[in-house]
């Protein structure tokens, strides 16, 4: 299969899709077509090794083996029993299946994966005598059963536990941030490593450590240990080997990039220091207390990226005052920068007082946001539109 063209999805969050398509485009994937949340392309075994390892936006990577109509449910599990599954792992091995469903036969999401699970177990019992055990936890098989209307697509989910979950946090504050979409937020304020990068409200410091390793061209799974695809029975040890040998050569200290860190709270700053650790940038990027109402940095231009507290983290009622604040700051502190602030669609973003020139929408998870660039200019913005 080294060299076989696969049908392979790549998981996202919405809003991240062309990011993660760029990515994949990078890695060599071909026949890309951006879908809600996906992002679908073909290519072999050395590009699936790739993905799991070096992309920074994808979630998880899915390798299509079937798709097939279903009039009624017992269609599935017969369908599904046919399917020669020893081809792809052992009996041995331990399964998990996770079933996501739309306008279908079926009431519940949770009873296809019981069925699901009840005709690969029986397939291994026929032929073998034996069947693999469950395991919801840590399962060395991971299968994706998506049933839309009568459509029922199944995958191996070749990446196990989700692609977010790099491995170097250490600690969390309170709401951290995805690692995913810290790394696509710095993608999608177009930070080229030139200028500086400013994250003002660190929390547990992903947003830093993931500008790092982008900077350092540190595999964003250079810290996991475990991916499903390394259970399949034809996975090829020396490849992947040497996909991560390749990778490691290719990383580079960081030269002529200023990051800063900081946060008002000492508890966050802590954490943030151990995960920074943790990930070996410690002297790579500039971490302090500060709070950012009160503190303007010795840098003249650069980027900053904000992701706001909100709720009981800010310790105040008055969310509109908060956001007033943070437009003030800017104005005052910050002449020369873009800032991007993400935060939810709902908060009250007009209150920052500028105009935004770019704004997208992201999702964290099923929250909805609004991630939006404000140029800092230094007097009004008709004076430099003139300058133009």
């Given at each position: ?21 760029d ?14 949340r ?5 290519g ?34 017969n369908?599904?029993r ?61 299968i ?29 504050g ?11 937020l710095i ?25 790092a ?8 799974g ?16 020396k490849?992947?080997?040497s ?11 960081i ?22 650790l ?24 650069g ?24 437009g ?20 009250p ?40």
């Amino acid at each position: 299969m080294k060299n076989q063209s696969l049908k392979l999805v790549a998981k996202t969050f919405a809003g991240l899709e062309n990011i993660l398509a760029d990515e994949l485009t990078q890695l060599g994937a071909g026949n890309i077509r951006i879908v809600t949340r996906a992002v679908e392309f073909s290519g072999n075994k050395n590009l699936i090794y790739k993905a799991n390892l070096l992309s920074r936006t994808a979630i998880n990577i899915l390798r299509a083996i079937e798709s097939f109509e279903i009039a009624e449910q017992q269609d599935l599990y017969n369908i599904l029993r046919q399917i020669e599954w020893d081809q792809y792992f052992d009996h041995s091995k331990t399964i998990a299946v996770k079933a996501v469903i739309f306008d279908t036969v079926f009431d519940n999401s949770h009873f296809v994966e019981l069925r699901s699970k009840d005709a690969i177990a029986d397939y291994f019992n026929d032929k073998y005598g034996a069947r693999p055990n469950v395991d919801k936890i840590n399962p060395d098989i991971k299968i994706a059963i998506h049933i839309s209307k009568t459509r029922c697509k199944v995958s191996l989910d070749s990446s196990g536990p989700q692609l977010f979950k790099r491995n170097y946090r250490k600690y969390a504050g309170e709401a951290p941030l995805n690692e995913v979409l810290a790394a696509g937020l710095i993608k999608l304020s177009g930070w080229n490593q030139k200028s500086a990068l400013i994250d003002p409200m660190c929390g547990s410091g992903t947003i830093p450590i993931e500008a790092a390793m982008i900077a350092q061209n540190i595999p964003a799974g250079k810290f996991r240990k475990n991916f499903s695809f390394i259970n399949w029975k034809d996975f090829d040890a020396k490849l992947f080997e040497s996909i991560k040998k390749q990778a490691d050569e290719k990383q580079q200290p960081i030269s002529n990039t200023t990051i800063e860190a900081y946060d008002i709270s000492g508890k966050n700053i802590a954490i943030a220091r151990q995960n920074i650790l943790k990930a070996g940038l410690l002297g790579n990027l500039k971490l302090q207390r500060n709070d950012f109402f009160n503190y303007k940095p010795q840098l003249k231009s650069g980027i900053l990226i904000i992701n706001p507290p909100y709720g009981k983290r800010i310790g105040e009622k008055d969310m509109t005052d908060f956001y007033k604040r943070i437009g003030d700051t800017l104005k005052k502190n910050y002449e020369g920068f873009s800032a991007w602030i993400i935060s939810q669609y709902d908060h009250p973003l007009k209150f920052i007082g500028l105009k935004p020139s770019s704004k997208i929408t992201l999702y964290n998870g099923p929250v909805e946001c609004r991630f939006l660039k404000f140029e800092i200019y230094r007097g009004s913005f008709k004076q430099n539109q003139r300058k133009i």
